[in-house]
């Protein structure tokens, strides 16, 4: 599948296959499409409507309708040599700000942000409010390919005249009102087809002759060939996230749902493999146009690993989505891989390529963890096996989960933190926590421990009650008819997703500084309680003091081997902490039975994070980062990266719910293919979950950050997402260019 590389590689470059000139005309186009690109007009004409002509109906009819006609609204564009049709634009340009409208300060009593925060203000103690971010799943795109929107009426119809209560009625209700827009919003589209057709001669006018025809057979109908299943998916992308302008959620694992469309028409030729790519290509560069600024703003697909069968589940679809994201600099879609010991070698050597070469997009999930680890949190084989990739890194079984899988952080060494001080942030002084016992009571690390993780427990109560909050305020002013609809359960329930329709309704929260938790503890085990070369009140005034004047104790203290070592005591422990973090979570419930998901990652708050925690009993000083995800501490990647890599390969991560990631940030000069294959397959091989990283050299990223002119399109791997480096907050850039670069 490989030919010659591709105009945006060096001679030094993989060898992608080319993009063709459509395609690379195409790119260009949207760049400047997405750099002038018009306002959204969805909220002016949501609000319209709903203070407007259907300012007496019902809440839940008000909504649809409104929000119907906000759809029924957006602008028809077509564009220029394309062979898909339809396009919305979700994100402004940073420099254009949002529109008033006349209805803002009456739409706050139904803003459920606003609602949330009041609502959990008055019941939630302020430590610990989280939020409720909707997104980061994906749907049952099946049900409009196989069925059309055609026959998915016809079932929400029936469904309606036979409906139990009046929350399924408004439910089934909303569907329709909203699916039935969907297909005159595309009824448009052909109208405006028509009129350049009438007008066209040639070749033009075949195109656009061809083009009504496409859209007039989808969505409305089954989809027959790849090129009707990419419209009709597309289009069913557009309308669901027009409902749902959230970040996180995307197309999910696109080859396994369309891979088979295209495998048929490859076996009957109607279809190239170079026609194929092309609209590959022209897909992945209009879901970028779309949210081309908002880097962090991740619209996932997930390709390859196991299916339902336990047999690799990779096609030539898989290869196509990688081949063509990794010949653009865009940073939208994020392109995830699934592997596995199971994967063919030429699917492990493109990833490896991608990895390499592809401009620090890759993410890669490793099978033979992951679904253990769903199946180990409830998640029945044939769920786990069609999981995806919800935005930055989030785990859930594609088209069966509710969307709260982005719902907070917890500061995990933090937690520690104030369990040693008796609840004195060590940062502000001021008290954070009502805790009667500081470091000097316990007399034992065991009690000690203990005393941790009851505060973990009822942190963690404390967040499902909040997020409990936001879920019920979500489900009340901002129900997804459309999502719902596509969601497994949710029809037969006859409840929107968020209301309990949803096979599983977890919240997804991302546990941060696992292993700064970790080195801390093992450094006060070792020196309190073990070797006794400090007493647990001197440690306590040497972190009251940030170590000033207790500069022998530090040294002390940095001399323990922690985590990232290979030494197993501190690797023990290291697993010990996060078998408590994620068990003591995915034991609570949330309000419809589901449980708080572990997400070990760091997105952008690792500066924030960082810069809360005073000093720690390792001897780090206050403010000093924590490490990314599951990834040993800077410090302790100084002795390379197979040490590093070692120590983190003893953790059982078949604990983590929602996905433990890995950054392993490499110095371009050192590392190559058959080094990386080599890296990747003992990950693999030995029980690593997720690897992501960066390839790109320290001195680029300096130069960028003194002179970001000079780098619009730099793209690094931030937590989770991959961004431009010259659009990342400043506190952001330096954290990625102050991690440790491996070389050797």
Same mark, same amino acid.
């Given at each position: 599948m490989t030919q010659a590389m591709t105009d945006t590689q060096s001679a030094a470059g993989p060898p992608f296959p080319p993009l063709s000139p459509r395609i690379r005309r195409w790119r260009e186009a949207s760049r400047e499409r997405s750099d002038c690109s018009p306002q959204p007009t969805r909220q002016h004409d949501l609000l319209a409507a709903f203070f407007g002509p259907y300012a007496d109906l019902p809440f839940p009819e008000r909504y649809a309708r409104a929000m119907a006609q906000a759809l029924e609204a957006a602008p028809v564009y077509l564009l220029e040599d394309e062979r898909l049709v339809g396009?919305?634009?979700?994100?402004?340009?940073?420099?254009?700000?949002?529109?008033?409208?006349?209805?803002?300060?009456?739409?706050?009593?139904?803003?459920?942000? @606003?609602?949330?925060?009041?609502?959990?203000?008055?019941? *939630?103690?302020?430590?610990?409010?989280?939020?409720?971010?909707?997104?980061?799943?994906?749907?049952?795109?099946?049900?409009? $390919?196989?069925?059309?929107i055609a026959g998915h009426l016809a079932d929400l119809e029936a469904r309606l005249t036979s409906a139990p209560d009046a929350r399924a009625h408004a439910l089934y209700q909303g569907a329709i009102i909203l699916w039935q827009t969907v297909l005159r919003w595309n009824d448009r589209h052909i109208a405006a087809l028509r009129e350049l057709a009438a007008a066209?001669?040639?070749?033009?006018?075949?195109?656009?002759?061809?083009? *009504?025809?496409?859209?007039?057979?989808?969505?409305?109908?089954?989809?027959?060939?790849?090129?009707?299943?990419?419209?009709? =998916?597309?289009?069913?992308? $557009?309308?669901?996230?027009?409902?749902?302008?959230?970040?996180?959620?995307?197309?999910?694992?696109?080859?396994?749902i369309l891979g088979p469309y295209l495998e048929r028409d490859l076996a009957d030729g109607r279809i190239s493999l170079d026609e194929a790519r092309d609209l590959v290509a022209e897909l992945i560069i209009r879901l970028h146009?779309?949210?081309?600024?908002?880097d962090g703003w991740v619209e996932a697909v997930t390709v390859g690993g196991l299916g339902p069968g336990s047999a690799p589940a990779e096609n030539t679809l898989t290869? @196509?989505? *990688?081949?063509?994201?990794?010949?653009?600099? *865009?940073?939208?879609?994020?392109?995830?891989?699934?592997?596995?010991?199971?994967?063919?070698?030429e699917l492990l050597d493109l990833t490896v390529r991608y990895l390499l070469h592809g401009r620090n997009r890759a993410q890669v999930y490793n099978d033979d963890v992951v679904l253990p680890a769903l199946r180990r949190g409830g998640v029945p084989a044939a769920d786990a096996a069609v999981y995806m990739a919800g935005g930055c890194m989030e785990i859930s079984s594609q088209g069966a989960a509710c969307d709260l899988n982005f719902a907070g +952080?917890?500061?995990?060494?933090? +937690?520690?933190?104030?369990? @040693?001080?008796?609840?004195?942030?060590?940062?502000?002084?001021?008290?954070?926590?009502?805790?009667?016992?500081? $470091?000097?009571?316990?007399?034992?690390?065991?009690?000690?421990?203990?005393?941790f993780e009851d505060e973990l427990a009822r942190q963690y109560a404390e967040m499902v009650r909040a997020i409990d909050i936001a879920s019920a305020t979500y489900a009340e002013l901002r129900p997804c008819y459309l999502l719902s609809s596509l969601v497994d359960d949710c029809l037969d329930r006859g409840r929107e997703?968020?209301?309990?329709?949803?096979?599983?309704?977890?919240?997804? =929260?991302?546990?941060?500084?696992?292993?700064?938790?970790?080195?801390?503890?093992?450094? @006060?085990?070792?020196?309190?309680?073990?070797?006794?070369?400090?007493?647990?009140?001197?440690?306590?005034?040497?972190?009251?003091?940030?170590?000033?004047?207790?500069?022998?104790?530090?040294a002390r203290l940095r001399a323990i081997p922690p985590y990232g070592h290979e030494a197993p005591e501190a690797d023990d422990l290291c697993q010990r902490v996060l078998a408590s973090v994620c068990d003591l979570a995915t034991a609570q419930r949330t309000r419809f039975g589901g449980r708080l998901k572990p997400m070990v990652f760091n997105f952008v708050w690792t500066p924030?994070?960082?810069?809360?925690?005073g000093a720690r009993p390792d001897g780090s000083r206050a403010g000093e980062a924590i490490g990314h995800g599951l990834t040993p501490a800077k410090r302790a990647m100084t002795s390379g990266i197979t040490p590093a890599m070692n120590s983190c390969l003893t953790l059982d991560c078949t604990c983590v719910l929602g996905g433990a990631t890995t950054m392993w940030d490499m110095d371009p000069q050192w590392i190559d293919e058959p080094l990386l294959r080599a890296l990747l397959t003992s990950f693999l091989q030995r029980g690593g979950m997720i690897f992501q990283g960066n390839m790109t050299s320290v001195a680029d990223l300096e130069d960028a950050y003194a002179h970001p002119e000079r780098h619009p399109n730099l793209i690094v791997r931030v937590g989770g997402f991959s961004a431009r480096f010259v659009t990342l907050d400043r506190d952001v850039q330096l954290d990625v260019l102050a991690r440790h670069r491996h070389r050797g």
């Open positions: 396009m919305t634009y979700q994100v402004c340009r940073p420099d254009v700000p949002p529109q008033p409208t006349p209805w803002d300060e009456q739409w706050r009593a139904y803003d459920p942000h @606003l609602q949330t925060a009041q609502r959990q203000a008055e019941q *939630i103690e302020p430590y610990l409010r989280v939020g409720g971010a909707p997104g980061h799943i994906g749907w049952r795109w099946d049900r409009i $390919l196989e069925r059309g066209a001669t040639g070749e033009e006018r075949s195109r656009l002759e061809g083009l *009504i025809a496409l859209c007039q057979r989808v969505p409305r109908y089954p989809a027959r060939t790849f090129h009707e299943a990419l419209q009709s =998916f597309y289009v069913q992308h $557009l309308a669901v996230m027009f409902e749902n302008p959230y970040g996180g959620n995307g197309p999910g694992r696109m080859d396994a146009e779309r949210i081309a600024h908002a290869h @196509l989505i *990688i081949e063509c994201v990794a010949a653009m600099d *865009i940073t939208h879609p994020s392109v995830y891989v699934r592997l596995s010991t199971q994967s063919s070698d +952080t917890l500061n995990i060494a933090k +937690t520690l933190e104030l369990v @040693l001080t008796g609840g004195i942030d060590l940062v502000s002084g001021q008290r954070r926590l009502a805790l009667d016992r500081d $470091l000097a009571a316990y007399e034992s690390f065991d009690t000690l421990y203990r005393a997703q968020q209301d309990g329709g949803a096979r599983y309704h977890d919240y997804g =929260f991302a546990p941060l500084g696992i292993t700064t938790a970790a080195d801390a503890l093992h450094a @006060l085990d070792v020196a309190v309680y073990r070797e006794r070369f400090v007493t647990a009140a001197e440690l306590l005034s040497a972190l009251r003091a940030d170590f000033a004047g207790f500069e022998a104790l530090r924030g994070a960082s810069k809360a925690l």
